[in-house]
């Protein structure tokens, strides 16, 4: 079938924005229990990953403005959960690091994040997860990040950062 004949359903662009709208709720519901947004979570998540984030790194890293970024940011500031630092090696440089708050509050919500992607590959299934995927990789132009994190991404665990 076409996109000509389907109407707006019948287009890629809105098979993803609805598959996006659909995980990013569902998870939104799960991580509402904790009180944080999805986007503060996928920032806790980019943050814990690296050693010494800088705000533009991380803007890439969790899709998001750096107006929005930096406003969220000085939330999590203020509620403890992130810790800013100046670099060692640049000192006009200044790094993100969760506090320790922050990494017990990240712990319990990768418990969620974590739930909701065993409830897609058992959805999907591995093959087709890793097929998801690499497509999703492939449109958003990042191929090599996909190649980097090797074949055992969607074996049981995908990455976490990034996602919904």
Known sequence: MSSNDAGVTGYLAYALAAAHRAVHQELARGLKEEGVQVEAWRIMEAIAGEQAMTMGRLADLVLLAPPTLTKMVDRMVADGLVQRQ??????RQVHL???????RKRD???RVAHAQE???LDRLGPEQAR???QALAMLAGREESLALQGQDAVQG?????GHA
């Not at 100046?86 to 000192?91: L, N």
């Not at 690091?97 to 990494?103: R, T």
């Not at 665990?157 to 950062?161: E, K, N, S």
């Open 157 to 161: 665990d995908m990455p976490h950062a």
């Open 97 to 103: 690091v969760l506090s320790v708050l922050g990494a």
């Open 86 to 91: 100046i670099s060692t090696e640049d000192q």
């Open 108 to 110: 319990r919500l990768r």
């Open 131 to 133: 097929a998801l995927q």
């Open 118 to 120: 065993a409830a897609m």
